[in-house]
């Protein structure tokens, strides 16, 4: 019996529905609704347990130390597997890929909510970090592939909002879900997410057929070079993460910063000799590559050291609670969530050079007023420095990742993604650890107050080596007269 016709109409479906979507020239902006709606469902429980680890801690019969590994493990594995995967999905699909790291995050999660004891629970969320990193640059790499290279800031604006706030608003929601349900109600409900998200992935992602049938044979994974740049990647982030803890004479650190040169020279080496590398070197002396990728990582290195910051300064100094704390903050995520898909816009208008600077010159802005935050300061003033700061990377981000994704060209949109998320990873990382040491550093000989003014100039810095990074760029030529009207696929 033939089962052909069986096996073939949830094709059938797909492109029949894909051809009436391009018909009316709307099917890039069906893809990038997929694409978040995925992106949304995977990565909104991924810091949602920041705000309980010791309620976790009490019920799992363990330390607080050991539970921050839900939050750590995850974050150094999506760091190290991300490049990998991404170049996995120019390889063999990125519609595969998707859809694989959505059904794996699926069991991952169901793991999370069976898991009896703080080791599975680490275990299901450091796989589930990985599948994660799967469904961002699979998905990321789709909607690159369906607009146009002028009009890809445009989507990159919508994707940068949900990139940033879907966790946010997991920690938002954390808090009070945990309380009244306890932790395992969050993966339980995150399932049908998922599920929804894999069905409509489904059916209606289109399968690019990335390498053309005759050139199967030349489908490779360039395994040394993803080996050696995940050594090199957790050495970094390791070392980064552990370093302020354990402190920088421990034998784990030492050893995890002697990894990084050794890694970095064996994945130099290991490219040099690829007839098809994961990241052929030529492209670090291109400016649009390298350039808004060393502002992603200044950028996102103060943006989070200052979130971090922040809370536990208003927490030490004024003394506030957690529901005031919560109310102050909440006008960075906002203002990101408006000035990203707005930026896109206006980067066509402008050009992303201008867009990114000027993001980024916002995001120093920021630092700067919160440097001068004083006891008696008025709460306005917290809330506009926050709102600036999360304005300034809402705009610069869909810029700046777009002017990389038009570098590196269509065939390796999926690298193009994930080196972002590498690279903003380590840039959160070190953010993060740096500022909050400075600030501890400096607490006894400044001040209470004065260490945390310093940390926050420091972040001024960092942030301001984002802004020449982002003058370097060129901006993407387009014609002003296409600008408004939707490209099609």
Known sequence: MDERPVVAWPLLFRRKIERRARKHGKFQWWVLWTALGGLFAVNVTFTIFAVALPRLARELDTSINVMTWTITGPLLAFGVFAPALGRAGDVFGHRRLFLFGLCGELLATAASALAPNVGALIAARVAGAVLGAAVGSAG???????????????????????????PVIGVALGG??????????LFWAQIPAIVLAVLIAG??????????????????????????????????????????????????????????????????????????PLLPLGFLRRRNFSAPIVAQIFGNFTHMGGFILLPAMLDRVFGYGEARIGLLTISRPLAFALAAPAAGYLAIRVGERLVAAGGC??????????????????????????????????????????????????GRLGVSSAAQQLTQFVGVVAGIQIMTTVQLVREESAGLIGSYSIAFLVGAAAAGLAVLASIMLRSQPRELANVAQPVSA
């Open 140 to 166: 990321m790499a789709m909607i690159l592939k369906e607009f146009q290279a002028d009009e890809r800031v445009k989507a990159l604006g919508y994707w940068s909002l949900i990139g940033a706030g879907g």
């Open 176 to 185: 009070p879900l945990i309380e009244a349900m306890g932790w395992r109600a």
């Open 203 to 276: 059916a209606i992602l289109p399968g690019h057929p990335e390498v053309e049938a005759s050139d199967r044979r030349a489908r490779t994974l360039d395994w040394p070079g993803a080996t050696t740049i995940a050594l090199a990647a957790l050495g970094l982030l390791l070392a980064l993460n552990r370093g302020p803890v354990l402190g920088f004479t421990h034998p784990l650190v030492i050893t995890a910063i002697a990894i990084v040169p050794l890694a970095t020279f064996a994945f130099v080496r290991a490219e040099r000799r690829s007839a098809d």
């Open 361 to 410: 010159a916002l995001i120093v802005t920021s630092m700067v007023l919160l440097s001068t935050v004083s006891r008696s300061a008025p709460d306005v003033l917290i809330v506009l420095a926050l709102a600036i700061g999360g304005a300034g990377l809402g705009g610069a981000s869909p810029a700046l990742a777009a002017t990389v994704a038009n570098a590196m060209g269509d």
